[in-house]
């Protein structure tokens, strides 16, 4: 079983479009969706949920008032202000670190897992798809974006099916680190700008670091020729795959309006075929020498 991840350096690169377009060429495969913090891919897969799961997180304090003496040493031993003096947790500033719990004379603190946001297993019209949708500023993003790709592969067992493409956060946090461990190969989607070069450098470090291997697609690259050859020329250094060169085209904001990929919206045009030839290379790459793509020792160096 492959499993090809989409990963950007930064937010905003076309990354969830790339996917999407991804997903109308591919065959037989099953469908996930990483970026748990801002997923967007299912608006443009418009997923049929079949399957709805609570996703429990971290915990949150709370103070039994029959219990409670008043003694003040919560009220202390809080470093996010989240106890007040009536001695009752304010759930927002809450950070649940648990000291509060450990160090309560009385035991008067209980710290029950809280419902952090959901993951589903959906129906589309390229395949099965798993997501996930997180709450409003909770925490622990990169234990869901875990929990989404373990689904995604037990699902892919049980359907048979050879290839997961999977749309990942962007950056280099915790989500990435959750989303790429494991994979057979990264495509890093990099616009032709000076942040896009220093975060996709970035990138890479990381995925030397996990020994992933990797291979670069540069998006928009007509917006800055000497950006796009800069970024060509450091994958080179690298000794990275250049899978090419992806114009701007407004065709990407009208389908995505839509609610459609790139293909279903317009079969035919230039866009449409240099992103074929970007699917075949990654196809035929992933599947010729899947551990290969990248020489770790240049990387590294």
């Not at 129906?123 to 409003?136: E, N, S, W, Y």
């Not at 592969?153 to 461990?181: F, H, K, Q």
Request: aromatic share 6%.
């Amino acid at each position: 079983m492959r499993e090809i991840v989409i990963i950007s350096g930064k937010g905003g690169t076309g990354k969830t479009s790339l996917t999407a377009a991804f997903a109308a060429l591919a065959e037989n495969t099953i469908l996930c969706d990483a970026d748990v913090d801002a997923a967007d891919l299912h608006l443009l897969m418009q997923p049929e949920i079949r399957q709805r799961n609570d996703f429990m997180g971290g915990s949150k304090a709370f103070i039994r008032p029959d219990t409670c003496t008043g003694c003040g040493v919560c009220l202390d031993l809080c470093r996010f202000g989240a106890i007040t003096n009536r001695f009752q947790v304010d759930p927002i500033r809450c950070e649940g670190c648990g000291v509060c719990v450990d160090f309560c004379p009385v035991e008067a603190i209980d710290f029950p897992i809280q419902r952090c946001g959901e993951w589903y297993i959906s129906d589309t019209r390229f395949g099965p798809m798993v997501h996930a949708r997180l709450g409003i500023a909770e925490e622990n993003s990169g234990k869901l974006v875990s929990l989404v790709r373990k689904a995604t592969r037990e699902l892919a067992e049980e359907r048979r099916s050879d290839l997961i493409l999977t749309d990942g956060p962007p950056g280099i946090g915790c989500p990435v680190i959750a989303a790429i461990g494991g994979a057979t190969v990264l495509v890093i989607v990099v616009e032709p700008t000076v942040s896009g070069l220093h975060d996709m450098d970035r990138v890479v470090e990381l995925a030397a670091h996990f020994r992933i291997p990797g291979m670069v697609c540069v998006n928009k690259y007509d917006l800055n020729i000497e950006m796009t050859e800069a970024i060509e020329a450091l994958a080179e250094q690298r000794n990275i795959t250049l899978l090419g060169r992806i114009p701007f085209d407004p065709i990407f904001t009208h389908a995505m309006v839509a609610g459609k990929t790139i293909f279903e919206y317009s079969k035919q045009g230039l866009t449409q075929d240099r992103i074929r030839v970007t699917w075949e290379k990654i196809i035929t790459s992933s599947s010729m020498n899947p551990l290969g793509i990248v020489d770790f020792k240049a990387t590294i160096q």
